[in-house]
């Protein structure tokens, strides 16, 4: 029998109970299900709904089914449709008739949106702890790395000489940007449903402040409504999920390239590489690879939800079941991505003098002669185009501008002198960039500190 089988002539079909149930996938919430469960006992308790023994004997049922659940001697039944009823039933069966009071003031609506907070909420401290090891290291790594000099990239063509430490130090700033976007979710996510009902609230004088106060929620959802028909802390959690894997495959997207032997600017570590079964002599980065590929899934399971709750008239609605899977999926992508990328990044051998040889090419000191040039006087649309002839002349005759002489230079602008040289070397163009967000050793230095700091703030 049905739970709310009362108003039913007929069994439901298998095939619809089959398709109906989501006990195969929600079974995952069976702890935020058991907790949320004994503090609404208690509440019952407190306002007279429950005797103090119906109280005692229902919260140590609850607590036995939980041992028994996490030793795996518990058999959900499909036909108990979720976690909740599944549970409900298990108790009653425990505790015998009391049992069937548990629910007195409480929707299953009101409950799975309970349930689905408590659960987020732990999967969002989980993540961020996996975020922050991660920042930790990037900040690290960026700290060992401040004159390692390398070539930036626009276009994914050489453009000017910066560091090693200056790079990963924008990815940095990135995954500060992610912790961030999850710190500002969690606090959205963190108010209580319970009491919502179905839709309308209760008749029973719930202490809905205490039971929120009870599981660490911050205060209650002010509308039952809402309360019940709300994702959005799903969906914003979905959103930060996909920004932060966008930025980890942008990452990984620059790590493969670096460990192709046409660039050689990285060495993967063995451990996090793979081969090839046919050519001996491959290493593959496919762990970045399939985090790469894994971003496709986790922007999928955005799009799912919100495509579920696009049409959804208010209250409840069966669609809502979907909701749990996309983003079980999305937690456990984001986790294990993060979980692997972290040892991945710190053991990677970084080939310094690789990156110093490629960054003395492609002309990444133009920018500094242009500069050199407006210094003097020359305003700078005529500085770019006088460094744009020079350019074109040194790649006909394969050779750098710094192999100019200095006669060659004055053909072409009188005002050049000896101290051009120092001021398009590799190591002046990098140097002399020494403003707040620059690539010189200092600014980059400066930077990590006061990323350190905005990490430690956005901490929870």
Not at 50 to 76: A, N, R
């Amino acid at each position: 029998m049905k739970l709310w089988g009362g108003r039913f002539e007929k069994d439901t079909d298998s095939l619809v109970e089959d398709f109906h149930s989501s006990i195969s996938f929600d079974q995952r919430l069976y702890k935020h299900d058991i907790r949320g469960s004994v503090a609404h006992a208690r509440m019952l308790g407190r306002i007279g709904i429950l005797t103090t023994d119906e109280t005692q004997k229902i919260v140590e049922g609850l607590g036995i089914i939980l041992e028994e659940i996490d030793k795996g001697s518990v058999q959900f039944e499909v036909g108990a449709e979720d976690i909740h009823m599944n549970i409900e039933k298990l108790l009653t069966a425990k505790v015998g008739e009391i049992g069937k009071k548990i629910h007195t003031g409480r929707s299953r609506n009101d409950q799975v949106a309970l349930d689905f907070r408590l659960f987020l909420r732990e999967e969002m401290d989980n993540t961020k702890e996996l975020l922050v090891k991660f920042i930790e290291t990037l900040l690290d790594l960026s700290s060992k790395h401040l004159t390692t000099w390398m070539p930036g990239y626009t276009h994914l063509q050489k453009a000017q000489p910066i560091t090693f430490g200056h790079h990963l130090m924008a990815y940095v700033q990135m995954f500060l940007r992610d912790l961030g976007r999850l710190k500002d979710a969690r606090k959205r996510l963190n108010l209580s449903p319970l009491g919502s009902g179905a839709l309308a609230g209760t008749t029973f004088p719930l202490l809905r402040e205490e039971i929120a106060e009870e599981l660490d929620f911050d205060g209650i959802t002010l509308n039952s409504l809402d309360g019940v028909s709300d994702r959005d802390f799903a969906l914003e959690f979905l959103a930060s999920a996909a920004i932060m894997m966008m930025h980890l495959s942008r990452l990984c997207e620059e790590l493969i390239i670096w460990s192709s032997g046409e660039f050689s600017f990285v060495m993967i570590d063995d451990a996090y590489s793979t081969g090839s079964s046919i050519m001996p002599q491959k290493k593959n980065p496919d762990v970045a690879e399939l985090v790469r590929g894994k971003t496709g899934r986790v922007y999928g399971d955005l799009i799912t939800l919100l495509t579920v709750m696009k049409g959804l008239p208010l209250a409840y609605n069966k669609d809502m079941q979907e909701d749990k899977e996309c983003v079980f999926d999305a937690i456990d992508t984001i986790q294990k991505s993060l979980l692997v990328m972290e040892p991945m990044i710190a053991t990677m051998q970084v080939n310094k003098a690789v990156m110093q040889e490629e960054a003395k090419k492609g002309f990444t000191n133009a920018t500094d002669l242009a500069d050199y040039l407006a210094k003097k006087g020359i305003p700078f649309r005529d500085s770019h185009e006088i460094v744009g002839k020079l350019v074109l002349d040194c790649s006909k005759r394969n050779c750098a501008l710094e192999d100019l002489t200095l006669e060659e230079l004055r053909e072409v602008s009188p005002v050049f002198d000896s101290d051009l040289f120092e001021a398009i070397s590799l190591d002046y163009c990098v140097r002399s960039r020494n403003i707040p967000g620059g690539p010189a050793p200092d600014s980059v230095k400066q930077s990590i500190h006061l990323s350190r700091d905005n990490l430690d703030k956005l901490r929870w």
